[in-house]
């Protein structure tokens, strides 16, 4: 496990929609509700709508956590929606720099760690670990993006009012799809804004209390909008991103060469 990961292990949200593997291929998923689906659709029109979530092609990020005012992960992600290209740079346990690039697609690739290219099993684990992190890290980015995605069962769980604010929470779980799909999530969508203002969770199907961050720094990249940052006000704890790009273009070496990506 890289220290990346043992960072994030509260908050493994490994819940890109990847089919499980023991769903049976003729169960009818259940259906969503309504209600749900009128707000989940709402969100993706005040997000800039489904055409311009559907043209952007390249995003580039990084997303780091700090804890206790002190950061403990970061790593830097390029990605090709299109052809499935992938560019991830991060630590392993030891605190050494890696870099993989590799087909989310076909999983394949290459890794080189400080420098040096590895093969066989490393190589093999790399390749796993980072499309973990493609999973993890796009998620925690991208949600409102992907509640209307095959798999997501949308449930509303009512109004709540504070003050002079109204959100509709939504409810997610998933029809065996996703690394860990018992995962729960309640999400607050801001009725005057239409954005999410926040994201409950229960992680694996445990009995436990909610896990809590809000969604903050709304702002718009390229036709789209995102947030960077996410806090839990409980612990503390900084999800952000200090690096979001949403360009025309990335030249095809990014994804091919270990090199030093341009910029």
Request: net charge neutral; no cysteine.
């Amino acid at each position: 496990m890289t220290s990346d990961r043992r960072a994030l292990s509260f908050v493994v949200l490994a819940v890109a929609l990847v089919p499980a593997a023991d769903r049976a291929a003729s169960a009818a998923p259940p259906a969503s509700d309504p209600r749900a689906l009128e707000v989940a659709d709402r969100v993706m029109e005040v997000l800039g709508g489904a055409e311009a979530w559907n043209a952007t092609r390249y995003l580039r990020f990084d997303l780091a956590e700090d804890r206790e005012g002190r950061n403990v992960a970061r790593r830097s992600h390029t990605w090709d929606r299109l052809s499935g290209a992938y560019r991830v740079e991060a630590q392993t346990a030891a605190g050494d720099s890696f870099l993989v690039l590799m087909n989310l697609n076909t999983r394949e690739g290459s890794a080189w760690v400080k420098g040096a290219p590895v093969q066989g099993d490393e190589l093999k684990k790399l390749l796993e670990e980072a499309f973990v992190l493609w999973t993890k890290d796009t998620y925690w980015l991208l949600m409102p993006y992907k509640l209307r995605d095959q798999g997501v069962i949308l449930a509303y769980d009512g109004l709540e009012a504070r003050e002079k604010q109204r959100w509709d929470k939504i409810r997610l779980s998933f029809d065996g799809v996703g690394l860990t799909p018992k995962d729960r999530y309640w999400v607050y969508v801001n009725r005057r804004t239409g954005l999410v203002d926040r994201w409950e969770f229960v992680l694996n199907g445990e009995s436990k209390p909610r896990t809590s961050f809000a969604w903050d720094g709304w702002q718009a990249y390229g036709r789209i909008q995102l947030a960077n940052e996410r806090v839990n006000a409980v612990d503390g704890t900084r999800i952000y991103f200090p690096v979001i790009e949403v360009p025309e273009s990335v030249p095809a070496a990014v994804f091919r060469s270990p090199g030093p990506p341009a910029r």
